[in-house]
């Protein structure tokens, strides 16, 4: 089975601090996203890799940023959290032959 | 990215059959159609896609009109763990453009 973990299920941070949010998939996916889901608004894209060191900017990438240094590995950074970013933030990878995404717990992020 | 429109709720007796619909009516050729679901508090699960046969697996069946313009996941026998939020989703390139789905409560 494909396993994708985030580093924490709750986060709670202050206003203007920085925040990493990590994933990590163990079936060698090629393809790592990360999305924000809030009521009403379903789920938003904000960032995908397709490879080691490679990104392209989803729907919302406005105030995040992304980090693929290792094929396994994804990160999320928030450089100055604001409360707008306030939200569960999930993240999934899929194979690019596949294209099914598998997804994490999810992090549910509170900024104060 | 083509978009889907899927009712926002539906109730469905424990033990029957759930079919959820879904209208993707500016769907295009290549284009699949996967479904999710998300149980409370956690990520979406995978369920099942297809382009344009039917599809059956251990967890659900997939029933693709003929024009593609439409499709319904089908759960033959709904148990209470069954009850989440339904997503319908046509994929475009990497993207998935994920709607509001559709809130399937299973009824004792």
């Known amino acids: 089975d494909v396993k994708v973990t985030q580093s924490s299920r709750y986060l709670v941070k202050r206003t203007g601090e920085k925040v990493f949010l990590e994933c990590v998939q163990d079936m060698d996916h090629e393809n790592m996203f990360w999305y924000r889901q809030d009521p009403g608004l379903g789920l938003r894209l904000i960032y995908f890799s397709y490879d080691v060191k490679m990104k392209e900017k989803g729907d919302i990438p406005e105030g995040y940023s992304v980090s693929r240094e290792k094929k396994e590995r994804f990160s999320l950074i928030l450089e100055s959290a604001s409360t707008n970013q306030t939200s569960m933030y999930l993240c999934?990878?899929?194979?690019?032959?596949?294209?099914?995404?598998?997804f994490g717990p999810g992090t549910r992020l509170t900024v104060t | 990215d083509a978009k889907t429109t899927q009712p926002p709720s539906m109730d469905c007796a424990e033990g029957r059959a759930a079919n959820l619909p879904c209208n993707h009516s500016t769907i295009s050729g290549n284009e699949y159609v996967y479904w999710y679901r998300q149980i409370h508090s956690q990520g979406p699960q995978y369920i099942i896609h297809?382009?344009?046969n039917n599809e059956t697996n251990e967890m659900a069946s997939l029933i693709i009109t003929e024009d593609r313009k439409s499709s319904t996941l089908i759960l033959p026998h709904a148990t209470l763990r069954d009850t989440a939020v339904y997503y319908c989703?046509?994929?475009?390139?990497?993207?998935?453009?994920f709607g509001t789905g559709t809130r399937l409560k299973v009824l004792a």
């Open positions: 999934a990878s899929s194979l690019t032959s596949g294209r099914v995404q598998y």
């Open positions: 989703i046509v994929e475009g390139t990497y993207k998935y453009i």
């Open positions: 297809g382009l344009k």
